[in-house]
């Protein structure tokens, strides 16, 4: 079956760096989305890896390797808004977005 | 964990038909669910939510006679997208917010639908 695993939760420090790991398995891969949640509002696009490697964007960072079936995302200078869910998704070849549950993130003063 | 299922997972119509779009909880009985509409590499965007039994929310800009949600149950929420036109063609996501137990908070992800419409 298809599968993506994130932990659950994970907690950090204001001004610190943390990394959030995703490992799949799907039948297919057109690519690995990043989204962030905050409670009661919808998911916000943060990046998207199609190639082995790493993505820059400001504060944010994606990490992908097909051959290993994993990804992360790495947020550098914590901020107290980065406190959200981080969703992890893989388009499957028939382009489908097969989801993790996501990994709530707190960050702590 | 929790799955979302979504039904068709692409559609093809011709322009001023209509497609419904069914969003199903399998394991576990959704008090909301929510529908998306997602561009290309860009955020999901809320186009409503809807509660068991009652009518939908719908966002500002949505229209709600073009878009025609209906949750029957606890488990199966449906979209139709009526006189579907060229720009109605997009990818559809649901998603569904458990009824009790766990994290109430949690929102878990349908498949999405590609619909295209010709």
């Known amino acids: 079956g298809q599968n993506i695993d994130q932990p659950t939760e994970m907690t950090a420090t204001e001004g610190a760096i943390v990394q959030i790991n995703c490992t799949y398995q799907?039948?297919?891969?057109?690519?690995l989305f990043w989204y962030q949640q905050h409670a009661g509002e919808a998911p916000t696009f943060l990046s998207y890896?199609?190639l082995d490697g790493l993505e820059e964007k400001g504060r944010f960072s994606s990490f992908l390797s097909r051959s290993k079936g994993y990804s992360y995302l790495l947020l550098k200078e914590l901020q107290m808004k980065d406190s959200a869910s981080y969703l992890c998704?893989?388009?499957?070849?028939?382009?489908?977005?097969?989801w993790g549950a996501g990994t709530k993130l707190i960050i702590k003063p | 964990g929790a799955v979302v299922s979504q039904h068709p997972s692409r559609v093809i119509c011709k322009s001023g038909t209509s497609v419904k779009i069914e969003c199903r909880s399998l394991?576990?009985?959704?008090?909301?669910m929510f529908w998306y509409r997602q561009f290309p590499k860009q955020s999901l965007m809320l186009m409503a939510t809807?509660?068991?039994?009652?009518?939908?929310?719908?966002e500002q800009g949505v229209e709600k006679d073009k878009f025609l949600i209906n949750h029957a149950s606890l488990t199966l929420s449906t979209l139709t997208v009526t006189s579907a036109h060229p720009e109605d063609s997009s990818f559809y996501i649901c998603?569904?917010?458990?009824?009790?137990?766990?994290?109430?908070?949690?929102?878990?992800f349908g498949p999405g639908t590609r619909l295209t419409v010709l």
């Open positions: 998603s569904a917010r458990a009824l009790s137990g766990g994290d109430t908070d949690t929102q878990y």
């Open positions: 394991d576990f009985q959704a008090t909301t």
């Open positions: 809807s509660n068991e039994g009652s009518k939908a929310t719908y």
């Open positions: 799907t039948s297919g891969f057109n690519g």
């Open positions: 890896n199609v």
């Open positions: 998704a893989v388009m499957d070849s028939n382009y489908q977005l097969i």
